[in-house]
């Protein structure tokens, strides 16, 4: 990643269900193997069943088609020699598959029918069964489906041939059946809804059917002699549909048996889902438990001893498991009382750590301690010295000694009284030394201020001692050499400012004396610039002098400060966190 981060992870708890849900996967596979046996099943129980109901249905059809010449006989047995005097009604009255029954002269036209409105009219001529009785000795023959104009209906026509006392044709006595009446719905049960049964041709033509017209050739190629299909089709609907077709013997004629394809939800598939739900809910019971068992055994004492072990990373190392001690799984047990003898060792090495810490601060506050003292010593020994020189010169050298010695002296106290022997606060350190200052080098009684004015920041020990010493003799060349009666400058203010910014820090001693080249070279006579040259190299910073703003003299050191973008001055530490 981009920014270093470790990538997200899965929680233990969505892992361990994986891993579960993986290793229970074989009896979801299992279940659903015999929910599709049972779907596959059941689609060819529906089959069976379809093509049973168009066998049956078939054997109907053919036996109302082979009927239909044996009707005739009879009637025309029992027609008297003109047949147009019975009332033809009368003869298919309680056959309801009939839908008309007429007789057509030589020349095709109608002498007499059934049906109303028929009489006169010429259409059998141009039909292919009236064409074969008349030119040839058939003596009964079948029509195909032909649409009746009057009775507007599909039906098939049964013929017999007429002669006349010479033997030449004289007509026909023809009867009609309804196809519908021949592919009728059955009711049977395990069929669907919307099922339809009707007749078919060899060209493909569907008679009596809502979803048919005409099927594709390839489908009718397909078909095979004495023997019931199965197919899949699109219905002119634009609905699929599962067909049966199955051929009429002795006929040109076959049934189509059509159903709607049953959709995945179907009934049927719902039914056969029983089978593959067991499994299902055997998966889904086996994740639920696993689920509260690893919440319950594991991952409830994990979240615990999480928050113990937060306690001990917060220092409150006391803290004992003892929840887990008296509820939680043996191995869980081991973990906590691992926990606890770790917490153990870890609080006695604190505790001799923070003793050895603590005797070695008190033993480094000691030798701050003795130090000043010492310095205290050297100083009372250099100014007993003093008072027996007579040379001004000498005295003056030992009184400049004498303040460098107490700057010393006062370093080493202010790291003795201070908790923090390896760092200071600056802004306590460099006003408390300004006070020592003011009191050390008398300036208030020369009516010379002595302020500070500083950030807050942390500093090293290591570098507050060289910044120490350049504060205490800048402010001493200050004392001694801006502010002289004979100039006319009686008293003043000197001051002492840190401030810090993101990639720098700066120390400045600057007063409102009489300035001038001849103050920077009185200061310059001794050994002070060069002292304080070496501090701001000590430091890493710059020696910078100059004029303040109050027409005094300046002396500064810029020094790097660690800022963990450029890097800088080791020893200068950040500004520490407010509390």
Not at 489 to 500: D, I, P
């Amino acid at each position: 990643m981009t920014d270093g981060s470790s990538p997200r992870r899965l929680p233990l708890r969505v892992l361990l269900l994986i891993i579960f849900a993986a290793a229970l996967s074989p009896v979801l596979v299992i279940g659903g193997i015999l929910w599709s046996g049972d779907i596959e099943r059941e689609t060819e129980r529906r089959r069976e069943t379809m093509t049973l109901v168009a066998q049956e249905a078939a054997s109907r059809a053919e036996y109302v088609l082979e009927s239909a010449p044996v009707i005739l006989s009879i009637i025309n047995a029992l027609m008297p020699a003109d047949a147009c005097s019975t009332p033809l009604r009368n003869l298919v009255d309680g056959l309801p598959a009939i839908a008309d029954l007429g007789v057509v002269d030589a020349t095709g036209r109608v002498l007499c029918t059934a049906q109303a409105g028929a009489e006169g009219a010429t259409s059998p001529l141009t039909r292919s069964w009236f064409q074969k009785l008349r030119d040839t000795p058939t003596e009964t023959v079948q029509s195909t489906a032909n649409y009746g104009p009057v009775s507007r209906e599909w039906i098939i026509v049964t013929a017999k041939r007429r002669n006349n006392s010479d033997g030449s044709f004289a007509g026909a006595l023809v009867l009609g059946l309804r196809v519908n009446s021949l592919a009728r719905l059955l009711e049977r049960a395990g069929l669907p809804k919307d099922t339809e049964i009707a007749l078919l041709d060899v060209t493909g033509q569907v008679f009596a059917s809502n979803h048919w017209a005409l099927l594709d050739p390839g489908v009718m190629a397909k078909i095979k002699s004495n023997t019931a299909g199965f197919f899949e089709l699109r219905s002119i609907r634009k609905q699929d549909r599962e067909v049966v077709i199955a051929p009429l013997a002795g006929n040109e004629f076959y049934l189509l048996l059509s159903a709607p394809r049953p959709s995945p939800i179907a009934l049927e598939n719902v039914r056969a889902f029983g089978n593959f739900a067991l499994p299902l809910l055997a998966w889904l019971l086996a994740l639920v438990t696993a689920w509260l068992a690893m919440d319950r055994l594991v991952l409830r004492w994990l979240d615990y001893l999480r928050r113990i072990a937060g306690l001990y990373a917060s220092g409150k190392l006391s803290a004992q498991p003892l929840r887990a001690r008296r509820q939680a799984p043996g191995e869980i047990n081991v973990l906590a009382d691992t926990m606890e003898q770790m917490a153990v060792s870890v609080r006695d090495r604190t505790e001799r750590l923070e003793s050895a810490l603590a005797a070695r601060d008190a033993a480094i506050k000691e030798i701050h301690h003795r130090v000043k003292n010492n310095l205290q010593i050297i100083n009372s020994l250099l100014s007993l010295q003093s008072r027996k020189v007579k040379d001004p010169v000498a005295v003056a050298v030992l009184d400049d000694a004498r303040a460098r010695i107490n700057a010393l002296s006062l370093i080493h106290r202010s790291l003795y009284e201070h908790n923090n022997i390896r760092s200071v606060e600056a802004k306590t350190f460099f006003s408390e030394f300004a006070v020592h200052l003011d009191q050390a080098l008398g300036a208030e009684d020369q009516g010379i201020k002595i302020e500070s004015a500083i950030d807050a920041d942390t500093i090293d020990a290591d570098v507050a001692v060289p910044l120490a010493l350049f504060t205490a003799e800048a402010v001493t060349n200050a004392v001694k050499h801006a502010f002289l009666a004979e100039k006319g400058v009686h008293g003043g203010r000197v001051l002492v400012s840190y401030n810090v910014t993101e990639n720098e820090a700066l120390l400045t001693v600057e007063d409102d004396g009489i300035g001038g080249v001849e103050v920077g070279a009185a200061a310059g006579t001794g050994i002070g610039v060069t002292l304080m040259s070496a501090f701001a190299k000590q430091v890493h910073g710059k020696l910078e002098e100059g004029k303040s703003s109050t027409g005094g003299r300046l002396v500064r050191i810029r020094m790097p400060r660690v800022n963990g973008v450029n890097g800088g001055y080791p020893h200068v530490l950040p500004t520490a966190p407010a509390k």
